[in-house]
């Protein structure tokens, strides 16, 4: 299994605004992925952050909305901004601790409820 | 892309009741996994399922991977099965999410 804490767990913000949303990871991991569940919807992948290279955005995903770092094998980063009332939604981060090459069990955060005013 | 349908959408149940709830989706997939999200939003994994049979509990799930479709049980439901429960597929190296069953169950 895998603990991942993810802070802030809750903020609220003024539009036009970043927040920077961090997420670790108690073992080392090659892929973490970020995910937004908008209210009362499922949860949609934003990237997927591999350490040592450039974010995978989905679709609708933009680097210069979402810019992501990941540092090292623990650790990563994902920044809303420019923020606008739409972005209001809980950001997710997860990763699977398992070492495979394909993902097997996804572990979560307890997610970051953003309110943008 | 790949689409992920789950059945029903909503559900109320009164403790001590039994459930199915059903995952299809639209292409093969590497693999499926059924996660439960409680009511503070914490999402827990509950099975990793490409194909056949797992019980874990209350719970079991099966997925018929050739037929594109998985089902969780939930026998005798408890208030602390409520919440929302998601399927998720693997395919090319991500998790891609169903649309949810919100479960009740009432005391």
């Known amino acids: 299994s895998a603990v991942i804490s993810q802070k802030p767990s809750r903020d609220i913000c003024q539009r036009g605004t970043s927040l920077t949303i961090q997420c670790q990871v108690d073992?080392?991991?090659?892929?973490m992925f970020w995910y937004r569940q908008q209210p009362g919807q499922s949860l949609t992948l934003i990237a997927t952050a591999n350490q040592g290279s450039e974010a995978t955005y989905e679709s609708g995903f933009v680097i210069d909305k979402f810019p992501i770092s990941r540092p090292n094998l623990t650790f990563s980063t994902l920044t809303v901004s420019n923020m606008s009332p739409e972005d209001s939604s809980i950001y997710l981060c997860s990763a699977d601790p398992g070492g495979r090459i394909y993902i097997e069990k996804l572990f979560f955060g307890s997610g970051t409820q953003l309110s943008v005013l | 892309g790949i689409q992920v349908e789950q059945s029903p959408p909503d559900l109320i149940l009164q403790e001590g009741a039994n459930s199915t709830l059903r995952c299809n989706f639209s292409d093969s997939v590497n693999n499926l996994q059924w996660f439960h999200q409680n009511p503070w939003g914490q999402l827990i994994n509950l099975f990793y399922i490409p194909s056949g049979t797992k019980q874990n509990g209350r719970l079991s799930a099966t997925t018929v991977a050739t037929e594109r479709y998985s089902l969780l049980y939930i026998s005798s439901s408890q208030t602390t099965d409520s919440g929302v429960y998601f399927c998720a597929v693997e395919k090319t190296d991500k998790l891609i999410f169903g649309t949810g069953t919100r479960l009740q169950v009432f005391p």
């Open positions: 073992s080392q991991v090659t892929m």
